[in-house]
């Protein structure tokens, strides 16, 4: 699963450079979702790493990396009172 994470972003980041884009490192993060405990994994792009998070904000959802839906609900809850 690494191995495939790295070929990809290596090819996302040959698809960038070819159309004069690039990709802000400080606003991209990547999250692992699963159940059991994952390994530690680095990922980078340009010799700069990628930050991992435990937990993303997507269209107004927080997503934790084990799909609990913990975290969106002590914001809802926290929101609320």
């Known amino acids: 699963m ?34 059991k405990s994952d390994e530690d994994i680095k990922l980078f792009v340009d010799n700069q790493e990628i930050e991992k998070v435990t937990f993303c904000k997507y269209l107004g959802i927080r997503i934790d990396d084990k799909l609990t839906w913990q975290v969106h609900i002590k914001y809802i809850y926290d929101k609320i009172i």
Do not use: D, P
Not at 7 to 20: G, S, Y
């Open 2 to 35: 690494v191995l495939r994470a790295i070929e990809c972003l290596n090819r996302l980041n040959e698809w960038l450079v070819a159309n004069r884009l690039t990709l802000n490192i400080t606003r991209t993060c990547y999250m692992v979702v699963s159940k």
